[in-house]
């Protein structure tokens, strides 16, 4: 059983998230391995790109997705026209590799389609098993222990928030790096 402290602490808070006229600030932001971490405010000259449409909506600094809260898709999305800044349409390859977990039916048929779409990316069927074997205790305590029960979509966010209070800083510093890696992996 998961205790009442596992359970707060697998639930994240965004933190808060100011959007102005050339700087987007975020004060605690929730992931210590993060740039964002603590206090961190980023001009639109250092944003690489902007995807206002993402589940959680995101920003790329470097090799790093900063996410927003969807409430803030059309201050993202103006913010993204005012400073002429590249907008795109980033795969969440996170909720793919996680959608065992979600709140409903995992067919065959959806996890050979899935491995399709992974494979596409150059994410390996071997690499995708390594993950969800690793993962899914933790992934399922997250969605259903904390009575989330989320049946649409688990992505980059939701792994980082379920394996925050699991890893140790050294181990979870490890596994936020990896976490990006994959988020950002191109065609």
């Known amino acids: 059983m998961t205790s009442k402290e596992e359970i707060t602490a697998l639930l994240v808070d965004l933190g808060q998230v100011r959007i102005e006229q050339h700087t987007i600030t975020f004060v605690n932001y929730p992931f210590e ?6 206090h961190a405010t980023f001009t639109a000259a250092e944003m690489d790109n902007i995807d206002p449409t993402g589940y959680p909506p995101t920003i790329k600094v470097g090799d790093e997705l900063l996410f927003l809260s969807a409430t803030q ?31 409903t039916e995992f067919t065959d048929e959806t996890d050979e389609r899935l491995k399709i779409k992974l494979a596409e ?20 305590k997250y ?4 009575m989330l029960w989320d049946w649409t979509n688990l992505g980059a966010f939701d792994v980082l928030s379920a394996m925050r209070s699991k890893y140790d800083k050294a181990a979870y510093q490890e596994f936020y790096k990896n976490v990006m890696r994959v988020a950002l992996v191109n065609k």
């Open 33 to 38: 391995p993060s740039i964002a971490f603590n």
């Open 73 to 103: 898709q059309d201050a993202l999305k103006k913010f993204a026209a005012d400073n002429n800044l590249t907008t795109v349409d980033r795969p969440d390859l996170w909720s793919w590799i996680l959608e065992p977990f979600l709140d």
């Open 121 to 140: 990316y150059g994410l390996t069927e071997e690499f995708v098993f390594s993950l969800r074997q690793t993962l899914g205790p933790q992934m399922i």
């Open 143 to 146: 969605n259903f222990d904390t």
